[in-house]
């Protein structure tokens, strides 16, 4: 049996199509989802997880209609105002990763605000705000070959030890275990590179309908699975 997963990361899917089987605007179906994040959070610490990553608002999600981006944004800065008090109570830290400087001024804000957290040990809670692999990945090559632009470092000191400390989770371990919900099997641009040796682990059940069980169900699970890192098996 595996160990309880120290960084555990979710790609939080199934909003749209939750609001859409009740007959409610999708901006419905996010409000509940607000709901899930705080049952995750509460499992995750239940079960000692140690980060808990959340792929919040991607680099293509720009692209979705206005009126939808905006009330994530809204949603998004009440939650973070919100949860604020309570998060420094239970120990919570929280960070964020991605193009946070893309993000409207009141999530900025909420952001700021929650650096009262930063010594908090009890879990870390992370935020992937205009985050795209891609992008963080480009960033990276971007901050390395302008070290070798002025004689900070050879090209031939470029490893992927280099190229870790360049992205934006640099500070974070790589994660155990990825969850998807809402059906699909896709990694949809998140943490490509970190997630190299992830445990992965899908189910159908839309992000607003995941509650405690079902995070539970994801960690029985994980333990079953022989982690071998291209390596030989037991």
């Not at 090559?141 to 470029?158: K, N």
């Amino acid at each position: 049996m595996n160990p309880t997963p120290v960084h555990v990361a979710i790609i939080m899917d199934g909003n749209g199509r939750w609001a859409s089987q009740r007959g409610l605007k999708r901006s419905e179906g996010h409000k509940a989802g607000a709901e899930s994040v705080r049952k995750a959070l509460k499992a995750a610490m239940a079960a000692e997880v140690r980060v808990l990553t959340l792929y919040a608002f991607s680099t293509e999600n720009w692209g979705r209609p206005q009126d939808e981006v905006q009330g994530l944004f809204e949603l998004l800065s009440r939650y973070l105002e919100s949860e604020a008090d309570e998060l420094l109570r239970r120990g919570v830290r929280l960070s964020a990763i991605g193009d946070i400087e893309a993000m409207p001024a009141p999530v900025r804000d909420g952001l700021a605000a929650a650096e009262a957290t930063a010594m908090n040990e009890a879990i870390t809670l992370n935020l992937a705000l205009s985050y795209g692999s891609r992008a963080e990945l480009a960033r990276a090559a971007r901050l390395l070959a302008d070290e070798v632009r002025r004689g900070a470092r050879t090209v031939e000191s470029i490893t992927p030890e280099a190229v870790e400390q360049k992205l934006w989770t640099n500070l974070l371990p790589d994660p155990d275990l990825l969850i998807r919900t809402g059906g699909d099997m896709r990694a949809s641009n998140f943490l490509l590179w970190q997630c190299a040796y992830t445990e992965l682990y899908f189910t159908p059940t839309l992000w607003p309908d995941f509650g405690e069980d079902d995070f539970a169900a994801a960690l029985e699970e994980y333990g079953r699975r022989e982690r071998r890192y291209g390596l030989c098996g037991a």
